[in-house]
Every structure is written in structure tokens, then in C-alpha cells.
């Protein structure tokens, strides 16, 4: 089973930007689908992006579209998301999971094999 160490998250200011790192280990995931969620309090978890493997195509929902990207780095085993023009709504923990069935961004999280631990995000003045 792949392990997934997140980080970059912290405190940002409207329309700052951040770039968020998804460190894998146990195996390489560029074939593995790789989604981006986040979880703000009393709200349930959201699917931010997914990545089904290091060719295929990259989903991103409509809150975060135009603002988001992710993007790998094979040599690293890692995947990242790159968000600008945050807004104070885009406060949460974000997990990134990992499954090896990259059709896995098109069905519920629970699809997913692995999760982080999770990165706080928050954006505030």
C-alpha cells in the first residue's frame, strides 16, 4: 500500500496562491489516480482535482477551476496542487489519496485506497 505524506499548507491572503506537495511512498504512483480533496469544518469533503495517472487526464471541480493545477513529478513520487487567487472559502484540510485504478477520480472518495494525513489551509487577512 502507498503511503502519502502531505505539505505546503499554512495561512495565505486572498489572492495569494500556494502550492501544495503529495509525497509518496511504498510504490510509484504514476499510473496510480491521485485526487486532491479538501474538508472545511462542518462541511463534508469536497474533491478538489484528480490526476488519473502521469498520461491521463486531470479532473478539477467547478470551485477551483480556472485556479487550480496539479501536476508530478515522477522523479519524486510526488504530486502536487497549485492554487492562486485563494479566497478565504478555500479554507480546509487537504488530503491527497491514491488509488490504483485511475478511473477512481470518477467515483466517490471512498474509492480511494490511501490517504494523507492531511495540510491545513487557511486564508485569511
Known amino acids: 500500500q502507498v503511503q502519502l505524506v502531505e505539505s505546503g499548507g499554512g495561512l495565505v491572503q486572498p489572492g495569494g496562491s500556494l502550492r501544495l506537495s503529495c509525497a509518496a511512498s511504498?510504490?510509484?504512483?504514476?499510473?496510480?489516480?491521485i485526487g486532491w480533496f479538501r474538508q472545511a469544518p462542518g462541511k463534508e469533503r469536497e474533491k478538489v482535482g484528480c490526476?488519473?495517472?502521469?498520461?491521463?487526464?486531470?479532473y478539477y471541480a467547478d470551485s477551483v477551476k480556472g485556479r487550480a493545477t496539479i501536476s508530478r513529478d515522477s522523479a519524486k513520487n510526488t504530486v502536487y496542487l497549485e492554487m492562486n487567487s485563494l479566497k478565504p472559502e478555500d479554507t480546509a484540510v487537504y488530503y491527497c489519496?491514491?488509488?490504483?485504478?485511475?478511473?477512481?477520480?470518477?467515483?466517490?472518495?471512498?474509492?480511494?485506497?490511501?490517504w494523507g494525513q492531511g495540510t491545513q489551509v487557511t486564508v485569511s487577512s
Open positions: 490526476s488519473a495517472s502521469s498520461t491521463g487526464s486531470t
Open positions: 489519496a491514491a488509488d490504483p485504478d485511475p478511473m477512481a477520480c470518477w467515483r466517490r472518495p471512498t474509492h480511494f485506497d490511501s
Open positions: 511504498g510504490v510509484s504512483v504514476d499510473y496510480y489516480g
